[in-house]
């Protein structure tokens, strides 16, 4: 009864906590966990430390409840039952087909959630399932291995395609890779086995490589892809205006790309000419698709410019937690880290959703790193209140449609002034630089008296 007592309070006060922990319990179950690692680690194994322990244990760094793995482990200490060393090792040695199952797999849960809430924003484009691809390469960590204690260059732990569903604003597929210095067109064959029938592509022109392209056309895919400077494409007839969109005037042509087998495919064209040119000085874009003609080149170039809704994504996920650890140094625990940020971003998500659905707003206005800041200040008393024994018996066992209902009644109760967006104005102009030569010190207060005089 006391735990009832204790729980309600938290629903009515951080109804947002309670939602994450409610999800943890019933999609990131230990149960769950475990048999994902088993289904596919190839040469880990469980021994005496189950992998649903890690991910709990990297789960708290990430929401940053708690500040580095070592702080995490004190606090579990006697949960765990193994030495720190142990830990870090387990960390260290976690495989990435692994971290890219975690976040395939539970998104793909995640979206069953959406589905039951009446949640999914509207497709960009009507009878296409839009998949939007950009890599994410981790920033540079700390010199606590051997061998990096000598090298002057900044020691980069790895890098990561993400493939983003902009319908469900969830990373549905991610592709960790160990060498931070790999050519990120490297991985597309990789990502050339998720293309099925239906999809559409929306990537950047790093992207664009005539394997690629082909590779999507080949396995009934669509794709909007900015042209690299380097694909040789060759002009069937002279561009032809097609109006203007957002952000210039709109030409269409066709072009001739050839193939693995030097055999030519006929792509469209879509070139907007930029009423600004970009931050390298570019006046005009050229995107190449294969979608139907009756889809007009205005529109295609409009769902272009949805590729930067990833770019937001990442932001969030450096902004509202801790993907990036800096003390994790070795390649594997440093992606492995990473992809429970962009899990833990796909729960985050799903509460932004539950919460526009109960209160009929637009998604973009809620804030995810009002969310996350609001769960890392909450989660330690609650989980202290309220056990993990009575979680796992409040939300385990729900259904889908159960686990929806719950969280659409904990949405309802949410404070919205809470977690609203505050979207700047317009940039300043960069400030003046000075030179440090021969600076002197000066009272702020003194220059401030001074410009009121």
């Known amino acids: 009864m006391i735990y009832q007592e204790a729980f309600d309070l938290f629903a009515k006060e951080s109804p947002v906590t309670v939602m994450l922990r409610g999800m943890l319990e019933n999609i990131f179950s230990a149960e769950r966990l475990d048999e994902l690692f088993r289904e596919n680690a190839l040469r880990q194994h469980e021994d005496h430390l189950l992998f649903s322990t890690v991910v709990d244990l990297m789960g708290l760094v990430v ?175 002279e561009p032809k205006r097609r109006g203007r969109c957002s952000t210039g005037m709109v030409y269409e042509q066709w072009v001739t790309v050839l193939d693995a087998e030097d055999q030519p495919r006929q792509f469209r064209r879509i070139t907007v000419r930029l009423d600004e040119p970009t931050r390298n000085g570019e006046t005009e874009i050229h995107i190449l698709t294969n979608l139907p003609k009756r889809i007009a080149a205005r529109r295609i170039a409009e769902i272009y410019q949805k590729r930067w809704t990833i770019e937001a994504v990442f932001g969030e996920v450096a902004a509202s937690l801790q993907g990036e650890v800096e003390t994790l140094a070795y390649p594997r625990a440093a992606l492995f880290a990473f992809c429970i940020a962009l899990s833990m971003y796909n729960l985050l998500s799903v509460i932004r959703a539950a919460v526009r659905v109960a ?95």
């Open 63 to 237: 929401a940053q409840v708690r500040p580095t793995v070592h702080a995490a482990y004190q606090k579990r200490k006697e949960h765990v039952s193994v030495t720190i060393k142990a830990v870090y090792d387990k960390l260290n040695g976690v495989e990435t087909q692994v971290c890219r199952a975690l976040v395939s797999q539970n998104a793909d849960h995640l979206r069953k959630l959406l589905l039951a809430m009446k949640a999914p924003l509207p497709d960009l484009l009507p009878g296409y399932r839009t998949k939007i691809l950009d890599g994410n390469h981790l920033r540079r960590t700390q010199r606590r291995l051997k061998a990096l204690r000598q090298i002057n260059g900044a020691p980069l732990p790895g890098q990561a395609l993400v493939v983003l569903d902009p319908a469900l604003m969830l990373a549905v597929d991610v592709f960790p890779c160990e060498d931070a210095h790999a050519q990120e067109r490297s991985i597309l064959p990789k990502v050339l086995e998720t293309v099925h029938p239906g999809d559409l592509w929306i990537a950047d022109r790093n992207f664009c490589t005539a394997g690629f392209l082909c590779g999507i056309d080949e396995r009934e895919g669509a794709f909007v892809i900015r042209q690299h400077g380097q694909l040789p494409a060759t002009p069937l007839g």
């Open 359 to 453: 209160h009929k707003v637009r998604q973009e206005t809620i804030s995810c790193y009002y969310l996350a800041e609001e769960i890392a200040t909450t989660y330690r008393g609650m989980m202290i209140a309220v056990p993990r024994s009575y979680w796992h018996k409040r939300f385990a066992s729900l259904t889908v449609p159960q686990m929806a209902a719950a969280l659409l009644a904990l949405a309802k109760s949410v404070c919205l002034s809470q977690y609203r967006k505050h979207p700047r104005g317009p940039k300043k102009p960069p400030l003046r630089k000075f030179s440090k030569k021969g600076r002197n010190h000066v009272s702020t207060q003194r220059v401030l008296e001074q410009a009121t005089t």
